[in-house]
């Protein structure tokens, strides 16, 4: 595996890299497995009001407790989960899992929180499952099977994945917005779309990328990321769509955000992803 760089020497690979490339396959391999044996689970993160704090929804954000390496982050096995296929049953997992506990939080307190109404639930999808042909009726069938309402799920699919394109990758996100699904259009503003393009896309809310919070962060704020924040918010109401921001870790934020009329948002500051009966506590606190 040594290459030679000239005369007798020999360059070895960086052995951090080597680590992570055979912990990359090792991972990926065990994937399969990993699903059947139930190795995923699921955190939830509260979606609030700007205006009031009130918890109307929550992201499921995927988790592997790995039997050596620990719990592992989505962002260490989705894209490998895309790579080989499998992120397509896992996906369809997710789904299912998210919606029986959304199902179950309604049930628990049907009207839901008198502010905000019943409990909502967003789930990510991944390109390889917006390609996939079965997503329309699987995302149906999760839907009837459990008796939630399409109008209280929100998928978050990344404008990376919608950027050029067709229609027929577009038909199953009109089919499903058509139903009363909600389409998220996730990390907003990182993807270089053309803005024009927005008003082609079956979507409701545009999630604005945590870099442009991140902007909000210092004193004074980025004016630059103000301006754009500005108009992205103008924009996006002028078609009709709600505004989320995502990765709210402050006070002063959370402030600035709401000034520039941003809808609703989610970060740490209001709640670190967390277990299912914690979204419950702080949706219904004073409900019922
Ligand atoms: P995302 O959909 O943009 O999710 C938001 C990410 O920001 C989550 O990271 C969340 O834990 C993190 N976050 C939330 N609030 C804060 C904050 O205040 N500060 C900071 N620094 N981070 C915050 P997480 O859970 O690691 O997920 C990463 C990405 O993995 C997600 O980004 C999403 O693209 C993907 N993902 C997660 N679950 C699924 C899934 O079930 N299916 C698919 N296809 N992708 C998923
Ligand atoms: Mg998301
Ligand atoms: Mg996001
Ligand atoms: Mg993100």
């Given at each position: 595996r040594a290459k030679s760089a000239g005369g007798n020497r020999f360059e070895y690979a960086d052995e951090e890299a080597d680590a992570r490339a055979i912990?990359?396959?090792?991972?990926?391999?065990?994937?399969?497995?990993?699903l059947e044996r139930g190795e995923f689970f699921i955190e939830y993160q509260p979606l609030v009001h700007l205006g009031d704090g009130s918890v109307h929804g929550a992201e499921a954000l995927?988790?592997?407790?790995?039997?050596?390496?620990?719990?592992?982050?989505?962002?260490?096995?989705?894209?490998?989960?895309e790579n080989t296929g499998l992120i397509v049953p896992l996906g369809r997992w997710v789904l299912q899992e998210a919606v029986r506990q959304a199902?179950?939080?309604?049930?628990?307190?049907?009207g839901g929180h008198p502010a905000t109404g019943p409990l909502r639930i967003n789930v990510n999808l991944s390109p390889t499952q917006l390609h996939h042909p079965g997503l329309v009726a699987e995302t149906v069938d999760v839907l009837e099977r459990s008796g939630?309402?399409?109008?209280?799920?929100?998928?978050?699919?990344?404008?990376?994945?919608?950027?050029?394109?067709?229609?027929?990758?577009?038909?199953?996100?009109?089919?499903?917005?058509e139903m009363g699904v909600d389409i998220a259009l996730d990390d907003f503003g990182t993807g270089y779309s053309n803005l024009a393009?927005?008003?082609?896309?079956?979507?409701?809310?545009?999630?604005?990328?945590?870099?442009?919070t991140q902007?909000?962060?210092?004193?004074?704020a980025d004016p630059v990321d103000i301006k754009i924040v500005e108009g992205i918010v103008q924009l996006a109401h002028s078609l009709e769509l709600a505004v989320?921001?995502?990765?709210?870790?402050?006070?002063?934020?959370?402030?600035?955000?709401?000034?520039l009329g941003c809808d609703t948002a989610q970060g740490w500051y209001y709640a670190r992803p967390g277990a299912p009966d914690r979204i419950r506590s702080l949706a219904l606190v004073d409900a019922v």
């Amino acid at each position: 595996r040594a290459k030679s760089a000239g005369g007798n020497r020999f360059e070895y690979a960086d052995e951090e890299a080597d680590a992570r490339a055979i912990t990359r396959h090792g991972l990926t391999t065990a994937l399969p497995a990993a699903l059947e044996r139930g190795e995923f689970f699921i955190e939830y993160q509260p979606l609030v009001h700007l205006g009031d704090g009130s918890v109307h929804g929550a992201e499921a954000l995927v988790r592997w407790c790995h039997p050596q390496h620990g719990v592992l982050g989505p962002d260490r096995f989705i894209p490998l989960a895309e790579n080989t296929g499998l992120i397509v049953p896992l996906g369809r997992w997710v789904l299912q899992e998210a919606v029986r506990q959304a199902r179950f939080w309604q049930d628990e307190a049907p009207g839901g929180h008198p502010a905000t109404g019943p409990l909502r639930i967003n789930v990510n999808l991944s390109p390889t499952q917006l390609h996939h042909p079965g997503l329309v009726a699987e995302t149906v069938d999760v839907l009837e099977r459990s008796g939630l309402e399409p109008g209280a799920l929100c998928l978050e699919v990344t404008e990376s994945a919608l950027i050029g394109a067709d229609d027929d990758l577009l038909k199953p996100l009109r089919q499903l917005a058509e139903m009363g699904v909600d389409i998220a259009l996730d990390d907003f503003g990182t993807g270089y779309s053309n803005l024009a393009n927005l008003r082609r896309l079956p979507v409701s809310v545009l999630k604005l990328d945590r870099s442009f919070t991140q902007g909000m962060q210092q004193h004074p704020a980025d004016p630059v990321d103000i301006k754009i924040v500005e108009g992205i918010v103008q924009l996006a109401h002028s078609l009709e769509l709600a505004v989320t921001v995502e990765g709210v870790e402050t006070g002063a934020q959370a402030q600035q955000l709401r000034a520039l009329g941003c809808d609703t948002a989610q970060g740490w500051y209001y709640a670190r992803p967390g277990a299912p009966d914690r979204i419950r506590s702080l949706a219904l606190v004073d409900a019922v």
